[in-house]
């Protein structure tokens, strides 16, 4: 009885000392382990007399019921600290400024394709994609350049195969536009795009890009194409964008155009980029020769057209003031960042 009671006096002695989980784990041992004090004098019971069995035997279980209880108590409270530390430790304050994510810009070249598209869309052009890869017949034979033609000289043209090429102008868009249409009606779109060609020199690039427009209806004219290119130089540059147009031949169209601009850098008073003329040549254009209508399944006594290309990698000179063509291909990110900039204004 007397071991008992020296039990119960450790037990509130260690307990109140207890820090952690591992240390109440080894006050458990120590107890009610294989050897453990409690574990002890329950063995006692054999050599009690039987009189007093019944009553020793109490003790032993109010001693354990004793452990029992304090062990669950200072478990509870140190498996609710540890939580509450845990939770402390990883909280979020979801008031904190977040770190600026860097992000990229829009490349200035798919930033003109976007504004020339978003252009021509609200004048209800549709826009078309195109392939890269052409074939001989739609780069050249349906836009009335046959067979020994200069224009698909293998100087100019990448050939793939005797039959594939890589597209050297958007104009493909118009054969494969006009084949496509089942009803033959009124045709009106822009291909904007890639193009592929042999030569690369300060001055050109064996890749760069083309927009492509065409027009197909009832009554289309010479004077529509100009009210057209008139309206797109001045909404894409500006209202004192002046436009030229000069005769020029192209296989496909009859007449044919090449359309000038007036100088961005020096708005027409003669400087170095314009080689003092004033004017820089932007555009390819004219009426859809009455054969290439033809082979795309339309008749040319009942619809005319007009077509026009124009070089992507200047209009983006021309918009965002960029001085040197090259820029646009060699990614230098302290480049691409000023369109970062741009964006917020
Ligand atoms: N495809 C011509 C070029 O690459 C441009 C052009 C397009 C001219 C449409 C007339 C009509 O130079």
Redesign the pocket.
Known sequence: MERIEEIKKVIEEKMNKVNSLEELNDLKVLFLGKKGLITEVQGMIKEIPNDSKKEFGMKVNEVRTLFNTIYEEIKNKLEEEKINKKLKEEAIDITLPSEKIETGSIHPFNRIIMEVEDLFVSMGYDVVDGNEIETDEYCFKRLNVPDGHPARDSQDTFYITEEYLLRT?T?TAQAHTMEENKEKGPIRIICPGKVYRRDDDATHSHQFG?V?GLVVDKDISLADLKGTLEIFAKRLLGENTKVRFRPSY?P??EP?VEVDLSCFKCGGKGCALCKQTGWIEVL???MVHPNVLRMGGYDPEVYTGF???TGLDRLAMFKYNIPDIRYLYTNDVRFLKEFDRKDEE
């Open positions: 102008q104009s083309q492509e192209f496909f169209t044919s390819g254009a004219g077509a026009f290309g």
